[in-house]
């Protein structure tokens, strides 16, 4: 290459970098999110991507899905439904902008408020619903025969986690993390069976159905749903939104709402019916063929509700402080949002009372 | 004018290495600096800002809530683990090494497992290792031990026969017992390289140990990661990952250190 080509490649390849969109897309996107704080607000989505698990606490979304709920009443827009295995893994997606709604317990929405994450509470899924079963042969019948023993959980800071630690502590007893002898490890609640089997673990704080599953299976229910935490009246799964994508698309979220409304209806008024949805969706999401008579009772054990007691929320972040997972509280005020929630339901209320077989509060 | 003697030059270039390197780190950190807090390329729930990592520093270490103090504690946990599953690894892995130096049969099938196994990633043995020996502390020794005694036996019975045949013969000659062989004559020529292989086998115990630790439920550096992850902190996560390097890399350097005045020693190496 000569003097004079190498120059002018040189020249060539700056007067096209300076054209280049790549100065621009970055102002843009600097531009863009300074425009968001300023709420401008963004273009309306042709697509809501709802997530959950398939635990009976995300029932109403088990049940809209396998109905075709969100379908019949989010108008006008692709409904993409992603199946989770956790809390972690489920606000990771929503962090990461590739959720819109999720069902999820009120431990990771704490935690990812308290850091300044675009979440809001707009609904509840379903209070309780959780209990402390003990491997039928490791001898622990109280909580203060945990002392010593291995307590599985669902994942490590999730709601059964901080609960977990709550009540060994209302035992007299600690964690190994915080100098105790009591070992807390996660295994996923579909798991606690085989190590139940495998005997590496002597008990588990577990979400239902899985409660039930391993009380099927001869396995002993040493903490109920009542006696977990404030008599049952706490939220085990809620509904989250990114506040973002709510502002922008106030609709969406309405329809969705009409849906959730519509859902834990039917998980109320016809239980018979809903099991069958629950088991339905329980068999094609985690491919889990669940004993009916356990999913009865697992379904007694939790009470869907679309409410949320914010009292019980703003409980549970000093618990999550106290288990060391936090070290300051959101701003509840900000978080939990259920102006859209209440004024549906008050709409409905004033609709003439369908009948018990219909759903509750005239959606159909 | 003074003098360069060739050791004020050395000492002048490390001096000058270690302003190189102080001045990096401070570019490292102002850069990360402007992408955070000035131009906040992400929001702070996935890149925090050089503060908020400091932040999870101080309370880490110095913080005096109820709940403070877990780097601390955790860093502590993670270095008994480490130094015990290591010492164990060099121990066993020098036996072994040793065996198979000495027997070819041993050598040529054991040794082949090994150098496949070597390739396999710690994280993988995690799920055999919790089978195994349950969900507890003892899985978490399996595979650091297992990541640290496969180099070490490598090293060992490579080094051994990589001794000049002459000096066996030699030692032969001068009346040295099989036994006086490996331990007067084997042993100490092969020790360069066995401390090479030292030096793999703790960085390969460390790794593994922060990638095993994710299992226990005593606090832990792995363990702190999870947390970070679980709670979306992501400056613990990061403030996690910044100690474990720099322990990583300060073990390396005294291993180093050691290696390189014994091949000094051994006359390896120019020495100063």
């Not at chain 1, 995300?58 to 709920?69: D, S």
């Not at chain 2, 401390?195 to 960085?203: N, Q």
């Not at chain 2, 299992?215 to 996690?240: D, F, H, K, P, Y």
Request: aromatic share 8%; net charge positive.
């Amino acid at each position: 290459m000569t003097h004079r080509t190498r120059k002018s490649l040189a020249v060539l390849i700056l007067t096209s970098l300076s054209w280049s969109p790549a100065p621009l897309v970055l102002s843009q996107t600097l531009l863009s999110q300074s425009a968001l704080a300023q709420s401008v607000t963004p273009p309306t989505a042709s697509t809501v991507r709802i997530g959950f698990f398939p635990n009976l606490t995300h029932a109403p979304a088990l049940v809209a899905y396998e109905k075709g709920y969100y379908d019949t009443q989010i108008k006008g827009v692709k409904v993409e439904t992603k199946e989770f295995t956790s809390g972690t893994t489920l606000n990771e997606a929503f962090a990461a902008g590739a959720l819109d709604i999720g069902f999820i317990g009120p431990g990771p929405v704490i935690n990812g408020a308290a850091k300044g994450m675009p979440v809001q509470i707009i609904a509840g899924s379903a209070n309780a619903g959780a209990v402390l079963v003990a491997r039928k042969d490791s001898g622990v019948r109280t909580l203060a025969d945990l002392a010593g023993k291995n307590v599985a959980i669902p994942a490590l800071a999730n709601t059964q986690d901080v609960l977990l630690r709550n009540m060994l502590s209302g035992a007299g007893l600690k964690s190994q993390s915080d100098n105790g002898d009591v070992t807390i490890v996660s295994v996923a609640p579909a798991d606690v069976g085989s190590a139940f089997l495998n005997k590496q673990i002597d008990a588990a704080l577990v979400p239902e159905p899985w409660g039930a599953v391993l009380e099927a299976q001869g396995h002993k229910v040493i903490a109920d749903e009542k006696s977990i935490w404030r008599g049952g009246n706490y939220p085990a799964a809620v509904v989250i939104v990114n506040t973002k994508f709510a502002q922008a698309n106030p609709e969406i979220v309405k329809g969705f709402l009409k849906a959730h409304l519509q859902a834990v209806a039917l998980l109320n008024k016809s239980p018979a019916a809903a099991q069958v949805a629950v088991s339905s969706a329980l068999l094609k999401l985690a491919n889990q063929k669940i004993d009916p008579r356990a999913l009865q009772r697992a379904m007694q054990r939790t009470k869907f509700t679309a409410d949320v007691d914010t009292e019980a929320l703003k409980e549970y972040g000093q618990l999550n402080i106290n288990a060391g997972y936090s070290r300051k509280l959101p701003d509840f005020d900000k978080l939990v949002n259920l102006t859209m929630l209440y004024s549906l339901m008050e709409t409905q209320s004033k609709l003439p009372k369908p009948g018990a077989s219909r759903t509750l509060m005239g959606i159909k | 004018m003074t003098t360069l003697t060739p050791a004020k030059v050395l000492r002048r270039s490390r001096n000058m290495t270690f302003v190189w390197q102080i001045l990096g780190l401070l570019l490292i950190v102002g850069v990360w600096w402007l992408c955070t807090d000035v131009f906040k390329v992400k929001p702070q729930y996935v890149f925090p800002s050089p503060k908020d990592v400091w932040e999870e520093f101080y309370y880490g270490f110095w913080g005096s809530g109820p709940q403070d103090g877990k780097l601390l504690l955790s860093v502590g946990n993670s270095l008994r683990r480490v130094a015990l599953g290591y010492v164990i690894a060099v121990g066993l892995g020098g036996i072994m090494g040793l065996l198979m130096s000495l027997w070819r049969p041993l050598r040529e099938t054991f040794g082949a497992y090994l150098q496949g196994l070597q390739s396999v990633p710690s994280i993988a043995f995690v799920p055999f290792a919790i089978l195994f020996l349950g969900l507890n502390e003892r899985a978490v020794f399996f595979v650091v031990i297992l990541e640290g005694f496969i180099p070490v036996a490598l090293a060992v019975s490579g080094a051994v026969l990589n001794v000049p045949p002459a000096w066996r013969t030699a030692g032969r000659t001068l009346g040295a017992t099989h036994f006086g062989l490996v331990t007067r004559v084997l042993l100490p020529a092969a020790v360069p390289n066995i401390v090479t292989g030292l030096r793999t086998a703790w960085s390969f115990s460390w790794r593994a140990l922060i990638g095993a630790e994710l299992l226990t439920s005593n606090l832990g550096l792995g363990r702190l990661l999870e947390i970070g992850r679980n709670t979306s902190n992501m400056a613990l996560v990061m403030a996690t990952i910044i100690i474990v390097g720099v322990i990583g890399a300060l073990f390396d350097l005294l291993i180093r250190t050691l290696e390189s005045r014994i091949r000094r020693d051994y006359g390896l190496e120019a020495g100063s």
